[in-house]
């Protein structure tokens, strides 16, 4: 049945029924199939719908009708810009107001009216993004990512393997910290009260994030022993 398919779909490709871009879109995907196992491709397909049973299920039965909203608003399929969408709009309209370079240090018009909600704490992104620009935000993220990166590389020259695999653990909390806050102020993420390490206002996450960082320079310093 398979090679039949093929064989048809071969034929009607290469006839004038469609045109050259969907004639190599479609050989190519007759290429792709017969590179993959038919195990592997059963595998897959059946992974897949239990993934999109488990997402249905978890969308429609865990999640609260809040948590619902917020996904509609962030995927564009509702629009509530005075209720659930409140946040993002109003970071949203902090990074268009703050531009390249910012408009200076406390002068931001969304910010410094209040209209950005919880701008010390989960939406403190949007402040530097209202501030200091394009400028700002682009050096939040290099520097993060310049830290992670340097985490993860100091991990791998370790021979201890506790020491190994708590650096590791150390900048994936990070990593999901950082990403996650920044998603979600820029309005590619559902709101989620998610900090922003060693920036964001608050004594509990502050000292997490110093103890954790402690624990990383800690063990840093000891890559002789094995375990």
Not at 97 to 112: A, V
Request: hydrophobic share 45%; proline share 2%; net charge positive.
């Amino acid at each position: 049945f398979f090679f039949q398919a093929e064989a048809g779909i071969r034929d009607f490709c290469l006839s004038r029924g469609l045109g050259d871009v969907y004639k190599r879109q479609l050989l190519g995907l007759i290429f792709l199939y017969k590179k993959i196992k038919i195990g592997r491709l059963l595998f897959l397909s059946i992974s897949s719908i239990i993934f999109i049973i488990f997402i249905d299920f978890v969308y429609n039965d865990i999640f609260e009708q809040r948590h619902r909203d917020r996904f509609e608003v962030v995927l564009g399929i509702t629009e509530d810009n005075r209720g659930i969408g409140y946040n993002t709009n109003q970071s949203q309209l902090a990074f268009k107001s703050g531009g390249f370079s910012g408009e200076g240090f406390l002068n931001g018009s969304q910010t410094k009216g209040n209209f950005v909600p919880e701008q010390h704490s989960d939406y403190i992104f949007a402040t530097i993004g209202e501030e200091w620009g394009f400028t700002g935000t682009f050096t939040i993220i290099l520097v993060y990512t310049l830290l992670i990166m340097r985490m993860i590389n100091r991990a791998n020259k370790h021979r201890n393997i506790f020491n190994k695999i708590f650096i590791y653990s150390v900048a994936s909390i990070f990593f999901f910290q950082f990403s996650i806050n920044v998603s979600m102020v820029v309005g590619i993420f559902p709101t989620v009260g998610i900090p922003l390490p060693f920036i964001s206002y608050g004594g509990s996450s502050m000292v997490a994030s110093i103890l954790l960082f402690a624990g990383y320079i800690k063990f840093d310093s000891y890559k002789k022993e094995k375990w």
